[in-house]
DNA sequence: TTCACGATGGTCT
DNA sequence: GACCATCGTGAAC
């Protein structure tokens, strides 16, 4: 179980946001629940850098952004459009506010933990959207500034897994700075959010800004035949 | 199955 | 008022 995945260390993590970004891609986030144990494995991020109009950094520290500001490898977490908890990882030195936005993930442990807090949902819907990843996973204000690289209520992790192909888009829902490519996510994987045509299955579109940037020379039918293999396994089997 | 649409409503400008 | 999203609904593919 979760035993197996050790900690990430804060030396380890990329100094370039965007290079943290695409790294977080195939890491585990572990939250201990009082109802069990969840385990995640994160398959799309999004950076946001200091000169970047799209960040909460960019204008300056204030009362909600101040943790952007902090250590990097601690926890970002914000409420979006009053409704729903976003979780960041904020990188950079401290006094400069960049961090990542985990977007999805993909449940690997806890099923049950989550689905008593995201309701009677798709397993591939559980943690689709950075919504619905805090919400299965209870993350909420009280984890802002949480240490991530260390074992506590919420951490991140790895496994030593090999990490899939990855696509980089342009990100979701911002309209500053919204053709900067710094959407990162795990190619062929369902458990992505966005439209399909920002990850890379769907039909080519005319606006080359929204158009997927493919990262390595693999074929897309390929990604989704191996992606129907993966379906088929159960989650919880390990 | 995928997408567009409208309503929702904290925090910051 | 703008905004890093979600849900239910309904229509298109």
């Not at 690289?149 to 919204?178: E, F, K």
Request: proline content about 6%; hydrophobic content about 40%; charged content about 25%.
């Amino acid at each position: 179980m979760h035993e197996f995945a050790r900690p990430l260390s804060r030396d380890e993590l990329p100094a370039s946001t965007a290079d943290l970004a695409r790294f977080l891609i195939g890491k585990l986030v572990l939250r201990a629940l009082p109802d069990g144990f969840a385990v995640a494995r994160i398959v799309e991020t999004e950076a946001y850098l200091a000169d970047d109009a799209a960040c909460h950094a960019f204008r300056g520290p204030t009362p909600r952004n101040r943790t952007m500001f902090g250590p990097p490898g601690h926890a970002y977490v914000y409420r979006a459009y009053g409704v729903c908890w976003m979780l960041n990882v904020t990188n950079a030195a401290i006094g400069i506010g960049e961090a990542v936005l985990i977007r999805a993930a993909e449940p690997v442990t806890g099923l049950d933990a989550m689905m008593r807090h995201r309701g009677e949902v798709p397993t591939r819907d559980l943690l689709r959207g950075p919504g619905r990843l805090a919400s299965a996973l209870a993350i909420d204000r009280s984890h802002d500034g949480a240490d991530l690289c260390a074992r506590g209520p919420l951490w991140l992790g790895s496994d030593g897994a090999a990490g899939g192909d990855i696509g980089m888009s342009t990100r979701i829902g911002i309209t500053r700075d919204a053709h900067l490519p710094l959407r990162f996510y795990l190619k062929g994987s369902r458990f992505v959010s966005g439209p399909a045509a920002l990850n890379g299955q769907g039909r080519a579109r005319r606006n080359a800004r929204s158009a997927p940037v493919a990262l390595d020379g693999h074929v897309a039918g390929e990604d989704r035949a191996h992606d129907r293999k993966a379906d088929r396994e159960d989650p919880l089997d390990r």
